[in-house]
């Protein structure tokens, strides 16, 4: 069912005598539980809304019997949770400013929460999470990932919750190993844990975690300064199946070594981009673990060593990821990699050197049931490798070929006659013009396309995707300097779910162009950095038209000034992430922008030569509270108050100082 068709209800209805009543009677005979059942199976959130709008029988029904909210705006809190008493999945990312008091009173009034995500919660502190654990015996789930105020007392007063599954604290700095040891005697029965980033973590954390809570399956510990002895540690798991260990750059191949001769359970490994690492390593974790369904190397070794390739076959069965982003790879080494493991789904070979196109097509002529193929910066590739593609792996889904520069339209025609699956194709600077775009309309399940750096493209070539590409939710036109308002327009007619728009730097966009594109009221991420041709018309347009609007690039926009921020301020009510450097705006603008939109978390303010000190002042002080991550030019920290400073770090807010020249670019 479309928004459309579930919108146009009929007014009335006729009962068996004959006699009219209105389109929402009909509920009002049917249970509760039946409801309840219709409402299972309409999926998409845009009719449910719908059917809530016209039906006080579905809106009574979905306030029994929804499980998940993620509400962007925390004055909106206490009412939400009073409408939806069932709620089991509560996400609590997009709210600025949560701290103690507030999580307390969710947590009192939503007893029954399994699943909690207060990601970058910065104001958060030891008080807020007892109250929710105090609260919602059920707790199962709890994510804090870049919350920077959490640290040990957070960790412990989170460890009281005995019947947790799942704990993410990726980029919680303060955490050390007194905080893990908390999580690991409190909660016995974890099974995944992220600690990524987590540095002042070490090996007798993991030490402890391993051996208190052995049902661990899911652990990532990426860019810790932990050595061999935690991976000796991690080897004594033994229902561990998902390990990532990206940039651990104190383990070294004895490592590997550990893990090959502990638990034979691992499923996926990442040591993607750990420096020490090579062939010898991951050949005896091959062996050691013949369950494995998932290795990424990326960026670890140069050289694909022989030993390596032929223990492949000990995975033969299982392996369906192989990432070897970086490598040097050969067409023997592929055809090798396709010979012993032909149940792969996705290859990933980005800024691999030696790739050609005979090295590609003895490899998807045995791999044929390839997904993914990730083939970015392999510049030798011509439209051979693309017809073998084509010709192999009818059922691609994503295919990667960023600078791949001598591809040609043949090869894209190929792809797109054969691939009729194809939901993803990134083409950034690969040259390819309108006649490509042309035979890409023919895949009606795009959903991501990626043209980045193709300056042949024009507005005829988004008229063919605009009308056959409905499915299409991301699309990157950045620097395509020959696209207009007329292909803005054809898009904005025919792909009405789009949500992600890169225009940076299409020169020739005015107005109109944004005019067309106010009517795609999903549209959520606008990138519009350098079009100087826009003014804040055209950013009212958006504001007021495109509903959903979360992030918007604004930054060299010279024509945008205090009319357009007036306008976000007042429309662009969840707008959470905003670039304005280089815009000519007031401090009376910045003041009434930063002190109206109550999600704006990010904002960069770099070079507003019109914004005077005192104006900085007032606009930052109108928004304490909200901010998370503010990006302002250097010479600002000695002339803002210190009072002012200091109060923005108290309440979470990361600062970046950066030191920029002022250079005008047309």
């Not at 005979?29 to 709008?53: E, F």
């Not at 039906?55 to 998940?68: K, N, Q, T, V």
């Not at 990206?246 to 383990?251: A, H, I, T």
Request: overall charge neutral; some cysteine.
């Amino acid at each position: 069912m479309s928004a459309n068709r579930s919108t146009e209800l009929p007014t009335e209805m006729r009962t068996r005598d004959g006699r009219m009543l209105p389109s929402d009677a009909i509920t009002t005979v049917l249970s509760v539980d039946l409801l309840i059942q219709i409402l299972d199976r309409i999926r998409d959130p845009r009719d449910r809304k719908s059917w809530r709008l016209v039906s006080r029988g579905f809106l009574r029904a979905e306030s029994l019997h929804r499980r998940e909210l993620r509400p962007l705006r925390r004055e909106t809190l206490p009412a939400l949770l009073r409408r939806y008493v069932a709620l089991e999945r509560l996400d609590l990312s997009a709210c600025p400013s949560i701290d103690d008091a507030c999580l307390a009173a969710v947590a009192a009034a939503a007893e029954g929460l399994k699943v909690v995500c207060l990601a970058r919660a910065n104001r958060l502190g030891w008080r807020g999470l007892e109250a929710l654990v105090a609260a919602c015996p059920r707790l199962d789930t709890v994510d804090l990932s870049h919350s920077v105020g959490v640290g040990d007392r957070e960790a412990a007063a989170l460890a009281e919750a005995k019947g947790l599954r799942e704990i993410r604290l990726d980029k919680c700095l303060a955490i050390t190993d007194v905080g893990l040891a908390k999580v690991a005697v409190g909660c016995p029965g974890l099974e995944r844990l992220g600690i990524k980033w987590c540095l002042e973590i070490s090996d007798i954390g993991i030490e402890l975690l391993a051996k208190k809570c052995p049902e661990i399956k899911f652990l990532d510990i990426s860019y810790l300064k932990v050595t061999n002895e935690s991976l000796r540690s991690i080897s004594s798991l033994e229902k561990l199946e998902d390990l990532y260990m990206v940039g651990c750059s104190f383990v070294d191949d004895e490592g590997l070594q550990l893990l090959s001769n502990g638990s034979k359970s691992l499923q996926c490994i990442d040591v993607s981009r750990c420096d020490n690492v090579s062939s010898r390593g991951l050949t005896s974790l091959v062996e050691g673990n013949q369950c494995l369904q998932k290795i990424n190397a990326g960026d670890c070794f140069p050289d694909l060593e022989s030993s390596f390739l032929s223990k492949l076959s000990c995975v033969k069965n299982t392996l369906t990821v192989l990432k070897l982003d970086g490598f040097q790879v050969s067409s023997s080494s592929l055809r090798v990699i396709g010979g012993s493991c032909k149940n792969l789904v996705e290859i990933g070979l980005s800024k691999c050197t030696g790739v050609t196109d005979e090295s590609i097509s003895e490899l998807v002529a045995i791999c044929v049931d390839l997904r993914t193929v990730d083939l970015t910066c392999c510049h030798h590739l011509t439209d051979n490798a693309l017809y073998s593609i084509a010709d192999n792996c009818k059922r691609v889904e994503s295919l990667l070929l960023e600078s791949c520069s001598l591809i040609t339209e043949k090869g894209l025609e190929r792809i797109a006659t054969c691939c009729s699956n194809l939901k993803e194709i990134d083409l950034t600077d690969c040259g390819v013009n309108d006649t490509a775009l042309k035979f890409l309309s023919a895949c009606s399940e795009l959903t991501t396309l990626k043209l980045g750096l193709c300056s042949d493209i024009s507005d005829n070539g988004l008229a063919h995707i605009g009308s056959n590409c409905g499915e299409l939710l991301e699309l990157d036109l950045y620097r395509c300097g020959r696209v207009t308002d007329e292909g803005l327009a054809a898009i904005a007619s025919g792909c009405k779910r789009l949500r992600r728009l890169n225009l940076c730097y299409c020169t020739q966009i005015t107005d109109n162009g944004l005019n067309n594109l106010s009517c795609l009221e999903e549209l959520s991420d606008i990138e519009l950095r350098g079009l100087a041709r826009i003014t804040s018309s055209g950013i009212t347009a958006v504001a007021i038209g495109c509903k959903s609007l979360v992030e918007l690039d604004l930054k060299r926009c010279y024509s945008v000034d205090d009319a357009g921020l007036w306008a976000l301020a007042r429309y662009a009510l969840n707008l959470r992430q905003l670039t304005i450097s280089y815009c000519p705006v007031t401090g009376l603008g910045l003041c009434n922008l930063l002190g109206s939109l109550r999600c704006l978390q990010d904002v960069k303010l770099v070079h507003l030569s019109w914004v005077s000190i005192e104006g900085f002042e007032l606009a930052l002080r109108a928004s304490c509270g909200k901010l998370k991550k503010l990006k302002l030019l250097s010479g600002l920290r000695d002339v803002l108050s210190s009072e002012l400073l200091q109060m923005l770090q108290t309440h979470g807010c990361r600062i970046r100082w950066v030191n920029k020249p002022l250079v005008f670019k047309g």
